[in-house]
């Protein structure tokens, strides 16, 4: 109808809408649920929350590929490949757990006789290629398969060496060579892991989305990045083991001055070496007994000069476990098992005695243990000798424990003794017996055993020992002037030692000398001076 302004209004149509609304177009009954619920007044049939669309698939039926359904995991070689991984990894944990108690205390039927850092470095480097693997699983590349095949590459070079050469194949035995071996094995599959996914992240790709993927997210980049450091990390690592091997390989040439006898029941051999005539029954053999250096290094030179200018007939010496030519004995391993040892060395040499004992430093208290054990001891002579009071303080402080075994774990590494030997032209004789030698695993694993006992077994032995050595013993004390003066404990300490028989020949404070007496001209006039007077104090015995 028109009204009365003169513009027209067409009446409501009977269901009470208006005639001139406009109707929805189809397009938009098509429109998106939310626009709707923007468009309409609610009622009790409306949604409350929007209703989501699913994506749905390209028009040729093929899915995404950031679809999360696009996963290698669908394979079930690929899950198998993980589920062998990590058992491979748990195997791989309780063994580096048994080969860290082993450095310890060496459980029935684990002992080996070099120093068992090697085995514990391939089981932790072992450990840490799974873990990549694992933490990298979903994201194979390339570079991966590359570095984790030239560490296998080396690992396999490690393994030749150890099995080529019988001196590496003796100290490493069967625990050393099982822990390369399991190394190469599992290095060869962490490749055919990736390998494995790679492939199945390829097939995946071509089911579902019609290709393979070839461009990679910020998160797989980063992941690759970082995994391929961490490998080439464990490149290093292999290649310094590799190198140190070779040394060991090499160091392995060098003969031995004297004869190694097993012993322990043939669980391991020492070094034992004679100079001079056999003497008579009446005429001493001086013993001597190093410090906390090797006896080649440098305290069985004075001995050596004594023996060209007459004043002894003859003299030996040994390397204590771990030192020198001697493989690491079992721990725990204790002063007065080191006298055991060196007991029975001697008879298997058919060497019988009598014996002047010459002994410094630590040394000092394997020799008052095992001359307290044994018949035919005529005579001690202690230069600069560790006091049984100090072996808690100084030697077993559990510091000083601590920091020996990291530096044996970093051992195997080699970083020093491979430096010395391209730059600074170190030999054999220097990483054997020499100052090099400080810096070997089977030298700081014997140094660790020693750390270990010093305030329990070591103790009581050398303390049993004061009391039923024989009072009649001559015994001579040298000690560093040096130390003497800088240090009173010490001091005292010394004075104590003298006491320990009631026939003392003499002590003397070596005004110059440090804590190796025989370092100095004066040190060495004192001492040879002293051995003469001793000798031949023991032989009127």
């Given at each position: 109808?028109v009204?009365?302004?003169?513009?027209?209004?067409?009446?409501?149509?009977?269901?009470?809408?208006?005639a001139?609304?406009?109707?929805?177009?189809?397009?938009?009954?098509?429109?998106?649920?939310?626009?709707?619920?923007?468009?309409?007044?609610?009622?009790?049939?409306?949604?409350?929350?929007?209703?989501?669309?699913?994506?749905?698939?390209?028009?040729?039926?093929?899915?995404?590929?950031?679809?999360?359904?696009?996963?290698?995991?669908?394979?079930?070689?690929?899950?198998?490949?993980?589920y062998?991984?990590?058992?491979?990894?748990?195997?791989t944990?309780l063994?580096?757990?048994?080969?860290?108690?082993?450095?310890?205390?060496?459980p029935?039927?684990?002992?080996?006789?070099g120093?068992?850092?090697?085995?514990?470095?391939?089981?932790?480097?072992?450990?840490?290629?799974?873990?990549?693997?694992?933490?990298?699983?979903?994201?194979?590349?390339?570079?991966?398969?590359?570095?984790?095949?030239?560490?296998?590459?080396?690992?396999?070079?490690?393994?030749?060496?150890?099995?080529?050469?019988?001196?590496?194949?003796?100290?490493?035995?069967?625990?050393?060579?099982?822990?390369?071996?399991?190394?190469?094995?599992?290095?060869?599959?962490?490749?055919?892991?990736?390998?494995?996914?790679?492939?199945?992240?390829?097939?995946e790709?071509?089911?579902?989305?019609?290709?393979?993927?070839?461009?990679?997210?910020?998160?797989?980049?980063?992941?690759?990045?970082?995994?391929?450091?961490?490998?080439v990390?464990?490149?290093?690592?292999?290649?310094?083991?590799?190198?140190?091997?070779?040394?060991?390989?090499?160091?392995?040439?060098?003969?031995?001055?004297?004869?190694?006898y097993p012993?322990?029941?043939?669980?391991?051999?020492?070094?034992?070496?004679?100079?001079?005539?056999?003497?008579?029954?009446?005429?001493?053999?001086?013993?001597?007994?190093?410090?906390?250096?090797?006896?080649?290094?440098?305290?069985?030179?004075?001995?050596?000069a004594?023996?060209?200018?007459?004043?002894?007939?003859?003299?030996?010496?040994?390397?204590?476990?771990?030192?020198?030519?001697?493989?690491?004995?079992?721990?725990?391993?204790?002063?007065?098992?080191?006298?055991?040892?060196?007991?029975?060395?001697?008879a298997?040499?058919?060497?019988?005695?009598?014996?002047?004992?010459?002994?410094?430093?630590?040394g000092?208290?394997?020799?008052r243990?095992?001359a307290?054990?044994?018949?035919?001891?005529r005579?001690?002579?202690?230069v600069?000798?560790?006091?049984?009071?100090?072996?808690?303080?100084?030697?077993?402080?559990?510091?000083?424990?601590?920091?020996?075994?990291?530096?044996?774990?970093?051992?195997?590494?080699?970083?020093?003794?491979?430096?010395?030997?391209?730059f600074?032209?170190?030999?054999?004789?220097?990483?054997?017996?020499?100052?090099?030698?400080?810096?070997?695993?089977?030298?700081l694993?014997?140094?660790?055993?020693?750390?270990?006992?010093?305030?329990s077994?070591?103790?009581?032995?050398?303390?049993q020992?004061?009391?039923?050595?024989?009072?009649?013993?001559?015994?001579?004390?040298?000690?560093?002037?040096?130390?003497?003066?800088?240090?009173?404990?010490?001091?005292?300490?010394?004075?104590?030692?003298?006491?320990?028989?009631?026939?003392?020949?003499?002590?003397?404070?070596?005004?110059?000398?440090?804590?190796?007496v025989?370092?100095?001209?004066?040190?060495?006039?004192?001492?040879?001076?002293?051995?003469?007077?001793?000798?031949?104090?023991?032989?009127?015995?």
């Amino acid at each position: 109808m028109v009204n009365i302004f003169g513009n027209s209004k067409k009446d409501d149509d009977p269901n009470g809408n208006n005639a001139d609304a406009p109707r929805p177009s189809e397009d938009d009954s098509r429109a998106s649920p939310s626009h709707r619920y923007d468009s309409r007044e609610p009622d009790e049939r409306t949604r409350l929350l929007p209703q989501q669309r699913r994506p749905r698939p390209h028009q040729d039926g093929y899915l995404d590929p950031d679809d999360p359904a696009v996963s290698p995991y669908n394979l079930w070689s690929v899950r198998f490949t993980r589920y062998l991984t990590v058992l491979f990894l748990v195997i791989t944990f309780l063994w580096w757990v048994l080969l860290l108690v082993c450095i310890f205390v060496s459980p029935p039927g684990m002992h080996s006789r070099g120093s068992g850092f090697f085995d514990f470095s391939y089981t932790t480097l072992t450990a840490g290629n799974l873990l990549v693997a694992l933490l990298f699983f979903a994201a194979p590349s390339r570079a991966m398969r590359v570095s984790t095949g030239i560490v296998a590459a080396l690992l396999l070079v490690d393994m030749i060496l150890i099995l080529a050469v019988p001196r590496l194949r003796a100290e490493e035995g069967g625990v050393g060579i099982a822990s390369v071996v399991w190394a190469v094995v599992l290095a060869v599959w962490c490749v055919l892991a990736d390998r494995v996914v790679a492939w199945g992240k390829r097939e995946e790709e071509e089911r579902l989305t019609g290709r393979p993927e070839t461009r990679r997210t910020l998160r797989e980049w980063l992941a690759v990045l970082v995994a391929t450091a961490i490998l080439v990390i464990y490149i290093l690592i292999a290649l310094l083991l590799t190198g140190t091997l070779v040394l060991r390989s090499l160091d392995a040439g060098l003969a031995p001055p004297g004869q190694r006898y097993p012993v322990d029941g043939h669980k391991y051999e020492v070094h034992l070496s004679c100079v001079g005539n056999t003497t008579t029954a009446t005429e001493p053999t001086v013993l001597l007994e190093a410090g906390e250096n090797p006896a080649e290094q440098s305290f069985e030179h004075w001995a050596y000069a004594a023996w060209q200018n007459g004043t002894i007939a003859r003299y030996c010496y040994w390397d204590r476990p771990g030192y020198g030519w001697s493989d690491n004995a079992p721990s725990p391993h204790s002063a007065g098992m080191s006298a055991d040892a060196l007991s029975e060395a001697l008879a298997r040499a058919g060497e019988d005695g009598p014996w002047v004992l010459v002994s410094a430093g630590y040394g000092s208290v394997v020799s008052r243990v095992f001359a307290s054990r044994q018949r035919g001891v005529r005579g001690m002579m202690l230069v600069d000798g560790l006091h049984e009071d100090l072996l808690a303080p100084r030697l077993g402080n559990p510091a000083r424990g601590f920091v020996t075994w990291g530096w044996g774990i970093l051992s195997p590494l080699g970083v020093t003794r491979i430096g010395g030997a391209l730059f600074q032209g170190r030999t054999r004789e220097d990483r054997v017996y020499g100052r090099e030698a400080r810096k070997g695993g089977k030298f700081l694993k014997a140094r660790l055993q020693e750390n270990l006992v010093a305030e329990s077994f070591s103790l009581r032995e050398v303390s049993q020992s004061r009391k039923i050595q024989s009072r009649k013993t001559p015994v001579v004390v040298v000690s560093s002037g040096i130390r003497c003066r800088v240090d009173d404990e010490w001091n005292r300490k010394q004075e104590d030692l003298t006491h320990l028989t009631d026939r003392l020949v003499a002590w003397d404070v070596v005004g110059r000398a440090p804590h190796e007496v025989w370092q100095t001209l004066e040190g060495r006039k004192v001492m040879e001076r002293r051995l003469r007077e001793l000798v031949k104090a023991a032989e009127k015995e």
